[in-house]
């Protein structure tokens, strides 16, 4: 969730968003059309393939595992959305965005992803993180409203707000379910007309500054006009050379606790999703499909290789978030542990997004870097991502490849 104050840039996302209808009814005509293969069916990876679907494209997504599998960076139970985004515009701009979008898709699938609690932001000292995000958000019709934490406390009861000094309630934002999404997006595409294939998939070999398509871990190759690669985690393990260190996968871990019998103090009913900014950044989300509550600190751990990563989480972890809950909900301490999951950020050299065109390659496009706040964007994302494959976006400056630095 971390971010730097940026002012870079307008409204290239929701331009792009608009003019695809009339790109290719090609297929329909029975004329060639464009073959786009993306890989990576996470939140990244299945919203640009439906968008490249959706505006007359052909294509193929192939992804490892499935989507939003247990290794993946979009598995798991939940995410947060919410537009407060330390002021740089371009990511509240896009969230307003991926409201719509969520809403459109929920409309479509008959089915609630996307669970408006609101977001309590609470902080220890500097509130900066939301006082300058309340014009961008303003700016996409959204809003934040500022409460004492006497006020939060009697909004609130189940919720300690001890060491707070400032708090905010940003009534839009809430949580999605996270692998359900992924599979809703997946089942879509391939409803909607898109191929899906199983596989672990490598570059083939470049000639003349393009490539011509993916190879499958099983000997078979996919021709590509185009390809985007959106393998979250493993960026660079799949482009070694042109991602590297710029996008590492980092260790993170989320707990579960269980609730007292018959109690919705700590459910989606009740409970807001909830961030505390002061030493560390924790936040936490309520109780979702008997899950218990969630808890976790937001701090990058270790680096560690998502395929073969032991998730068993670590004690520290463990003893980490038992001190969170202690001190946001006292009642709690004792509660147990009733789930964990280890899971990983996708880190980028400075926390923003990667979406960008290979810097050797003419018709690749590298789609990454969610460092830990990526998957409430999905669909606004994927629609930007069609934008630029098509040529009717440009590439923001805040996501650009050349910005990234190699970690050392
Ligand atoms: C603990 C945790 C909490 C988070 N909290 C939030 C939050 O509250 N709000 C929020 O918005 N975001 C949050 N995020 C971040 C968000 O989940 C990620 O940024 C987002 O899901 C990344 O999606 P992705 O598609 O890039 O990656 P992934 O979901 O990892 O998808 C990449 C896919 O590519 C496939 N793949 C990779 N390489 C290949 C290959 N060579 N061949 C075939 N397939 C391949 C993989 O199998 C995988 O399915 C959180 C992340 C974590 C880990």
């Known amino acids: 969730m971390t971010d730097t104050p940026n002012g870079l840039t307008r409204r290239q996302f929701v331009a792009s968003a608009v003019a695809a209808p009339f790109v290719s009814r090609l297929g329909a005509l029975g004329l060639r059309q464009d073959h786009v293969v993306v890989v990576g069916a996470g939140a990244f990876g299945g919203w640009t393939a439906l968008a490249l679907l959706r505006a007359g494209m052909r294509v193929t997504l192939v992804d490892a595992w499935g989507a939003g599998h247990s290794r993946a960076s979009s598995g798991g139970e939940t995410r947060v959305i919410r537009a407060a985004y330390n002021g740089v515009p371009v990511y509240s701009e896009m969230a307003a965005r991926a409201f719509v979008l969520w809403r459109e898709a929920e409309r479509k699938w008959n089915r609630q992803v996307l669970f408006r609690t609101g977001a309590l932001w609470m902080f220890a000292s500097d509130d900066a993180y939301v006082r300058r995000s309340i014009e961008p958000m303003k700016a996409v019709g959204l809003s934040v409203e500022q409460l004492s934490p006497d006020e939060a406390a009697r909004r609130y009861p189940q919720m300690s707000f001890r060491d707070v000094r400032t708090v905010f309630l940003e009534p839009e934002a809430g949580f999605i379910t996270a692998r359900a999404a992924c599979e809703l997006v997946r089942e879509t595409f391939v409803r909607e007309g898109g191929q899906y294939r199983q596989g672990w998939a490598r570059p083939g070999t470049a000639a003349g500054g393009r490539l011509p398509g993916v190879r499958l871990a099983d000997g078979s190759t996919l021709d590509a006009d185009r390809v985007v690669f959106a393998c979250g985690p493993w960026m660079a393990q799949v482009l070694p050379d042109v991602v590297g260190r710029r996008i590492v996968p980092t260790r993170q871990e989320v707990f579960f606790f269980g609730t007292p019998e018959g109690d919705t103090r700590y459910d989606a009913s009740t409970l807001p999703v909830w961030v505390h900014i002061g030493e560390r950044l924790a936040y936490g989300v309520p109780d ?59 880190a980028s050299s400075d926390g923003h997004f990667l979406v960008d065109r290979h810097p050797g390659l003419d018709n690749v496009w590298l789609v990454g870097g969610g460092s830990g706040h990526g998957f409430k964007m999905g669909p606004a994302l994927g629609e930007h991502v069609a934008g630029l494959v098509q040529g009717r976006a440009s590439v923001n400056p805040l996501f650009a490849y050349g910005r990234l630095r190699p970690r050392s």
């Open 288 to 346: 979702h499909e008997r899950r218990g509550l969630k808890v976790a600190d937001d701090t990058a751990g270790p680096e560690m290789n998502p395929t073969t990563v032991d998730r068993t989480p670590s004690e520290a972890g463990l003893a980490g978030a038992r001190r969170i809950l202690r001190q946001r909900f006292p009642a709690l301490t004792n509660a147990p542990l009733v789930e964990a999951r280890v899971c990983q950020y996708e």
